[in-house]
C-alpha cells in the first residue's frame, strides 16, 4: 500500500482540479426521464472531450489505464467541485457493461459499443432482478430460447434502473432449458428498441420514476449478443458486479464527506449542544468511511468481504447523514427539495446492490468465520 502521493500525483491532481473547475454544469442533474439522459449524456461527452471519460479504462479502448491511487485522486476532485452525482443514467455503461465488455466480449462487440459507451452516445441498464430473484439472483427465470441464430426471450425483469431512456442492457437469462442455479444462464446485449420489449417505469417515494420492471414477449436477440460463453453466464455476471463494487463505489463514498461538510456549513452547530456532538460523530464517521475505502483499495490481496464491509458501512451511514440533515434543518430542509429528495431516496440505500442483510451474511461468514446459513 502506498502511503503518499508523489510529485506526479498532484500534478495529476491539479490538471484535474483545473479542468473540473472549468467545466462542471452549473445546473443541477434533473433525476429522472429525457432531461435526465440529455444532461448526462452531455455532461460524459464533455468529459470525454476533456480527455477524463473512463480513465480507468485500458489505454487501447479510449481509456488511460490510470491505477486505483490516481482514481482516488480523480475522485477526491470529482467531489469537491461538486460534479454531478457519479450515479446517474450512465453509470453502468462506464462503471459495468463497458469494463465486462472489456473483459469478456468479443472484438466486434467492443469495436461497436466502447466508443459509443465513453463519448456518451449510449445509456445502459441492468437486467439481472426479478421479482423473487434479487439477493437470489442465481433462481432467475427469464428465458432465452435458441432459435436458429436467435435468441427468443420472455419474462420480466424488475427495479431496472434507467430503462426507460436506455438503449441496451446487460441481461442475464436462462438459456440452457431446464438448467438449475448458476448453470445454464448468459449474459446477453439486449438492444431496448427490439419489439416485445414493455417498459413501465416504477414510482418510489420521493416521486420519482428512475427505475421500471421490464417484460420479455418474444424478444429476438442474435446470439452474437452473448457476452462470454453462452451458457455461462454467471461467472460474467460476477465480473459485472465485482466492476459495480470496485472503484465507482469509492466516488458515492466520497460524495458524503462534501455532504456531511456542507451540513455543518449551514447548520453552524454551537459547542456543547447536541447537535454540535452529532453533527461532529458524522464527520468522524465519514473520515473511517474514507480510510476504509482507501484500504480495501490498496490492499493486497484485495477480497470481496472487504467490499461488503464497506458498502455496509457506506449505506448505514448515509442513512444517518441524510436522517441528521432532516432532523438538524427541520422545515429548512423542506424549502430545497434536494435535501427532501435524498433524505427520500437513501432509503434505498440498505437494498441496491446488495441488502444489507446479505451484506452482514457474506461479513459473517467470510470475514469472521461464522457457520454459513
Ligand atoms: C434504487 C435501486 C436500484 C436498483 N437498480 C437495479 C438495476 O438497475 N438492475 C437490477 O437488476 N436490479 C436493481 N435493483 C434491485 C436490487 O439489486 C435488489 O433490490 C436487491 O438485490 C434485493 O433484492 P429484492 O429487492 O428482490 O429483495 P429480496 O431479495 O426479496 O429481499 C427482501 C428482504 O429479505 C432479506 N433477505 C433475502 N435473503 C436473505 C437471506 N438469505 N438472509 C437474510 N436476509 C435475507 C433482504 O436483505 C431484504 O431485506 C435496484 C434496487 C434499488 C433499491
Known amino acids: 500500500m502506498r502511503l ?14 483545473d479542468w473540473l473547475i472549468a467545466n462542471v454544469p452549473r445546473e443541477r442533474a434533473p433525476h429522472e426521464g429525457m432531461p435526465a439522459r440529455r444532461f448526462s449524456l452531455d455532461w460524459l461527452s464533455s468529459c470525454h472531450e ?40 450512465t453509470f453502468v ?43 437470489d439472483l442465481a433462481s432467475l427465470s427469464t428465458t432465452g430460447t435458441i432459435d436458429g441464430d436467435h435468441l427468443v426471450v420472455n419474462g420480466q425483469k424488475i427495479w431496472t434502473s434507467f430503462a426507460d431512456i436506455a438503449d441496451y442492457q446487460e441481461l442475464l437469462i436462462r438459456t440452457d432449458p431446464g438448467s438449475k442455479r448458476h448453470k445454464g444462464l448468459s449474459w446477453v ?8 420489449i414493455t417498459v413501465r417505469p416504477i414510482e418510489n417515494m420521493a416521486g420519482v420514476s428512475h427505475f421500471a420492471e421490464v417484460f420479455y414477449d418474444d424478444v429476438c436477440i442474435p446470439l452474437s449478443n452473448v457476452v462470454g460463453a453462452l451458457h455461462d453466464g454467471w461467472s460474467v455476471a460476477m465480473t459485472t458486479l465485482a466492476f459495480e463494487r470496485k472503484t465507482a463505489a469509492m466516488g458515492l463514498q466520497l460524495e458524503l464527506s462534501i455532504r ?10 454551537l459547542p456543547g449542544t447536541a447537535t ?8 468522524a464517521e ?15 490481496p484485495r477480497t470481496a468481504s472487504d467490499g461488503s464491509l464497506v458498502r455496509l458501512y457506506f449505506a448505514e451511514l448515509a442513512q444517518r447523514i441524510h436522517r441528521a440533515t432532516m432532523d438538524v434543518l427541520g422545515p429548512a430542509a423542506l424549502v430545497d427539495s434536494a435535501w427532501t429528495h435524498d433524505y427520500l431516496e437513501s432509503y434505498s440505500e440498505t437494498i441496491a446492490g446488495g441488502a444489507a442483510e446479505i451484506q452482514r451474511n457474506i461479513i459473517a461468514e467470510r470475514i469472521l468465520g461464522l457457520p454459513r446459513e
Open 50 to 89: 476533456g480527455g477524463w471519460a473512463g480513465i480507468g479504462w485500458p489505454a487501447e479502448y479510449g481509456g488511460q489505464g490510470l491505477p486505483p491511487d490516481r482514481l482516488v485522486l480523480w475522485y477526491e476532485e470529482y467531489v469537491r467541485a461538486r460534479a454531478p452525482s457519479i450515479l446517474d443514467c
Open 4 to 17: 503518499n502521493f508523489t510529485k506526479d500525483d498532484e500534478a495529476f491532481r491539479h490538471r484535474a482540479r
Open 189 to 196: 446485449i439486449c438492444d431496448m428498441t427490439s419489439p416485445g
Open 260 to 269: 456531511i461538510e456542507d451540513l455543518i456549513a449551514l447548520a453552524e452547530p
Open 276 to 283: 454540535y456532538e452529532r453533527l461532529s460523530d458524522l464527520r
Open 93 to 135: 455503461a462506464l462503471n459495468h457493461a463497458g469494463p465486462t465488455l472489456i473483459a469478456c466480449g468479443t472484438e466486434e462487440q467492443k469495436a461497436f459499443h466502447l466508443p459509443l459507451i465513453l463519448s456518451g452516445r449510449s445509456i445502459w441498464c441492468q437486467g439481472f432482478s426479478e421479482p423473487g430473484s434479487g439477493s
Open 286 to 300: 465519514t473520515a473511517a468511511l474514507r480510510a476504509m475505502t482507501y484500504r480495501t483499495l490498496f490492499r493486497e
